[in-house]
């Protein structure tokens, strides 16, 4: 009797004991699955401001042969191209050289010919194109990012998540320089 009361527990334990290996190393893929779900999104909000600073040389000269004389416009976009390319990226240059952008697209109002210009609007719309995919980007990033965090929270991967090196994923979030264009009521004038 005593004989079969140790096999009884000795069972039992080896049972339990890989019962929470086989948990353990769950746990372990799915929070790996997420993380990697989490550097790629980084990875693609990178590769879309990439495609951004790629596109900037060519709307340049296609805006200098309309307004060559809007030197000072022109110098500010790739100062802040250039700025925004060497650096990792931050919300600061990014948005530096969004509103540099912005006031080389704004003279196509001011040039009827350049507005006109098919190799304008082309670049222009394939700028559109990439700033939508880049807020689609940061979309997906937000997203993956809230997954891998709750997955990392939620019993009983929480037991497990800081001993096996799973710290807390960082949200896509707008800095100081973006909050104030974003938080402002728009000012519209009739």
Do not use: C
């Amino acid at each position: 009797m005593i004989d079969i009361l140790g096999w009884f527990w000795t069972s039992a334990i080896l049972v339990i004991s890989v019962g929470l290996v086989l948990l353990l190393i769950a746990i372990y893929n799915n929070l790996v699955r997420l993380r990697q779900t989490v550097r790629q999104g980084v990875a693609d909000i990178d590769a879309q401001l990439r495609q951004r600073h790629d596109l900037i040389p060519n709307l340049v000269e296609a805006v200098k042969g309309y307004a060559g004389h809007e030197a000072a416009t022109l110098e500010a976009v790739i100062s802040a191209r250039n700025a925004a390319a060497r650096d990792e990226p931050s919300s600061a240059s990014e948005q530096k050289l969004r509103v540099a952008l912005d006031n080389l697209l704004a003279l196509g109002e001011a040039y009827p010919d350049l507005k006109a210009s098919g190799n304008f609007q082309s670049l222009q719309n394939e700028l559109a194109d990439v700033e939508d995919k880049l807020a689609a980007a940061r979309r997906a990033l937000n997203a993956a990012t809230a997954r891998f965090n709750a997955a990392r929270e939620s019993f009983p991967a929480v037991l497990f998540a800081g001993m096996l090196g799973f710290g807390e994923a960082d949200f896509n979030r707008l800095d100081d320089s973006e909050k104030g264009t974003v938080d402002q009521t728009p000012r519209i004038a009739f």
